[in-house]
Structures are given as C-alpha cells and as structure tokens.
C-alpha cells in the first residue's frame, strides 16, 4: 500500500517507453537522487538535454553532484513537477520529446528519522516534501476533526479502521498534541493490533504524506499540461505506487484523445528486481505517445 523506493525502479522499463535518443529534450519532473537520470542523459548527449525537476533541495543537490559530469546538459530545477510548464518556460523550453514521474518517494525520505515520513523510528511529525512551506502531518493529525481525519485514512489510506483510529486520535491529543511518528504509531497499533507483516500505521502515514503534499491533487492537475509539453511522438511514462496514483493515470490515459496509450495494463516489476529491491514491489508503469492531434 505504502510506497517506498530506495533507488531507481523499473529502470529498463522506463528506457524502453521513454526511449530516450540523440539530441533530444527529456523531462524528469520527480528527478530525486538522478537514479533514472543517469541513463536518461547519455542517450541524448551530445545536442539534446535534459531537465530535473524536484521540490526536496537535498534530494536535488545529490542528482546536480552524481550528474555534474554532464555540465549545462543536465538542468536541475528546484519546484514541483505541478510547474512543470512554467519551469521550462523560465529556461526557454515549450516541448520536450519525452517526461518521466516517478511518484515513489526516496530512502532520503524514508531514512532519515527527522523527516517524519516513517513510523520505525522516532521523529517529528512532518512529511513535507519541502520542509519550507505548507502544514505538517502534526498539523493535520493535531487539528482536524474526527470526521476529516476518517475520511483522510479511509480515501487516502484506504484504511478499514479509519474511523476508530480517528476516534482514538482525538481521544489522546485532548491531553497532549501528538508531535512524533512513534506518539502516533504507537496510538495507532493500541486500536489495531499489528496482524501478519504489515504495520497498522502503514495506511495512516500514506494518508497523511498524501494530504500533506497534495500528491493526488497535484497529478490530476498537472497531466493535460505535461501532454501540453509533448512534441507529437512524444513519450509520456508514469511509475506510480498504490493504486490510488494508478487509478488517475489509468483514467486519464484512456480519456486523453491526444494520446496513444503503449501500456494497455501496467507494467509490474520483475520477481528479480524485487527480490533485489523489495521497495519496487508496488510499482506500476504506464505508458503513452503523444499523436498528432
């Protein structure tokens, strides 16, 4: 349900749908630590270039340092791939030949306890993306009602318990605001036990990331302009992790009349790369070309 990713997933996969070539101009729009990058680059050295666009200024200044063998052909951009048009804009591009969102989140997330993103170690409660801006999962969690935070766990989280963790939420924080991951872990495994390998909170913390960086929102609103983007031949792939993101793409692809979809079911990771790379195991890919219309 909760999608992890510690580094670059589906890599062939994504090469051969984006099938990046010689002189052209590719959009990575959630470049985080340039784990696709690296192959991307190459193949549209030496006249084309290539754009990174990611809102996390520690996971983007990793990408600028394993990239920076390939000087100003590699352009890093420090935003939210939901501006994807107006960024490029700003650097005098209005077409690129192929975009790539990769909506996994990184292990610079995931592991370092005082971005708040993971319920296996203590931290403050906050899942923001860019930690410059926006309401924290403390701020949500701490000041919703019952009625907003059920809905939160049960359509962000799909969660079946939603509204007694909600319940229990508000419960506790009316003698002390819930401020760390493990003060809401814990509360949260104290009404559903922990049953099999999946951790109760697990759908909670989704739900809150999710709300936290309107990461629903954001990818409904940014896809007709990323076909916007698309020269004709254009490629567009999307690798989502849970099966809200995956719903979205899947609607949209079938829907959009400016698109050839290449990927009539989404492509899953093999049993290899997951045996190598546990995290990808969620992942789906879709793909499609931009036609002529």
């Known amino acids: 349900m909760v999608k992890f990713v510690h580094r670059a997933v589906m890599v062939q996969d994504v090469i051969l749908y984006l099938d990046p070539k010689q002189g052209e101009q590719v959009l990575d729009g959630t470049v985080g630590q340039g784990g696709h990058a690296g192959l991307i680059v190459p193949r549209v050295l030496p006249d084309g270039r ?110 079946p318990n939603a509204r007694q963790i909600a319940q229990a939420i508000v419960a506790t924080r009316e003698n002390a605001p819930i401020v760390t991951t493990l003060d809401l872990a814990h509360r949260i495994e104290a009404v559903v036990p922990r ?43 999307i690798i989502s992790f849970h099966s809200l993101e995956d719903r979205i793409v899947k609607k949209f692809f079938r829907s959009e009349p400016r698109l050839d979809v290449l990927t009539p079911k989404p492509i899953r990771p093999s049993l290899q790369e997951i045996r190598d790379n546990p995290r990808a195991r969620s992942s789906h890919l879709r793909a499609a070309r931009r036609n002529a219309l």
């Not at 923001?128 to 989280?157: C, M, P, W």
């Not at 951790?199 to 913390?205: I, K, S």
């Not at 309107?214 to 916007?228: C, G, I, K, R, Y």
């Open 195 to 237: 049953r099999g390998k999946i951790h109760p909170a697990t759908r909670v913390f989704q739900a809150l990331r999710i709300e936290v960086n309107e990461e629903l929102s954001q990818l409904e609103a940014v896809l007709p302009d990323l076909v916007d983007l698309l020269n004709p031949g254009g490629r567009l792939v």
């Open 50 to 159: 290539f754009f990174g666009i990611d809102r996390d200024a520690t996971n983007l200044s990793v990408a600028k340092e394993s990239l920076a063998r390939w000087g100003n052909r590699a352009v890093f951009i420090e935003g939210t791939y939901r501006d994807a048009k107006r960024l490029l804009s700003e650097h005098g591009v209005k077409k690129v030949d192929g975009i790539l969102l990769d909506l996994g989140f990184s292990s610079l997330h995931v592991d370092d306890p005082s971005r708040g993103f993971s319920f296996m170690h203590e931290g403050p409660l906050d899942m923001r993306y860019d930690q410059s801006k926006g309401r924290t999962a403390a701020d949500i969690v701490n000041r919703e009602s019952e009625d907003e935070l059920a809905r939160l766990f049960r359509v962000f989280g799909e969660e």
